[in-house]
């Protein structure tokens, strides 16, 4: 089947603008990740959605990053006002935690590279 | 802190040479630990998992609690290993379930 898709898979902007990258899980995944990868880092942890409960914003780095996710589908990541060090790679990936947690795999999307000027 | 420690952001060898990537962490927790890799130009993905004691593609990992590491080995490295490998914690906080990478290391093997 699919895997995780993420759109668009580039995105330059300019400075003070908005963007929204988007999500699909894979379908039936309860869980969804967003992260964050700057160039020579390692992944770091933005959001997680599991289900209906209340989303995990712990690792967003400031209030102009948001995150939606509606239902077990698609979820939108937000960055407003964007500036020059939010450019970076921005990965999502998708679990299922029918299984006991330490067998959840993390299934990741392509990313979207996004490019502040 | 809850924290991933891969002390080499570049590792260069041989083909046919043994290989080890070092990951360390740090959790007050019982430790779930995973190695990840992303070939060139293809998607970040699970190579193995510690609960698991599985050996993938020649490499294993074991759980060193004592030294709190979880060292990627392989006693014969191919030129098709070559990628970036990221070492990760499962981190539960709260009813929230998250994984902490480390930084990465680039993994070169030479013909």
């Known amino acids: 089947g699919a895997g995780v898709s993420q759109s668009p898979s580039n995105k330059v902007t300019e400075k003070g603008k908005d963007v929204e990258l988007r999500c699909d899980p894979i379908?039936?995944?309860?869980?969804l990740y967003w992260y964050r990868q700057r160039l020579g880092q390692g992944l770091e942890f933005l959001i997680y959605?599991?289900?209906?409960?209340?989303?995990?914003k712990s690792g967003l780095p400031s209030d102009r990053f948001s995150a939606e996710r509606t239902g077990e589908s698609v979820s939108t990541l937000t960055i407003q006002r964007t500036q020059q060090e939010d450019s970076a790679v921005y990965l999502c990936?998708?679990?299922?935690?029918?299984?006991?947690?330490?067998?959840?795999?993390?299934?990741f999307g392509p990313g979207t590279r996004l490019t502040v000027l | 802190a809850q924290r991933v420690t891969q002390p080499e952001k570049l590792l260069s060898v041989f083909k046919g040479a043994p290989v080890e990537l070092k990951c360390n962490y740090s959790?007050?927790?019982?430790?779930?630990l995973f190695w990840y890799v992303q070939y060139s130009r293809q998607r970040l993905q699970l190579l193995l998992r510690?609960?698991s004691r599985e050996s993938i593609k020649g490499f294993t990992a074991d759980l060193n609690k004592g030294e709190t590491s979880f060292h990627l080995k392989k006693p014969f490295a191919q030129e098709e290993d070559s990628a970036m490998y990221y070492c990760?914690?499962?981190?539960?906080?709260?009813?929230?379930?998250?994984?902490?990478f480390g930084k990465g290391t680039k993994l070169t093997v030479n013909p």
């Open positions: 990936a998708s679990s299922s935690t029918i299984q006991s947690p330490s067998d959840n795999e993390q299934f």
């Open positions: 959790y007050s927790g019982s430790p779930e």
């Open positions: 959605f599991q289900g209906n409960s209340a989303p995990d």
């Open positions: 510690h609960i």
């Open positions: 379908s039936g995944h309860t869980a």
């Open positions: 990760a914690l499962t981190i539960y906080q709260g009813g929230s379930e998250k994984l902490v």
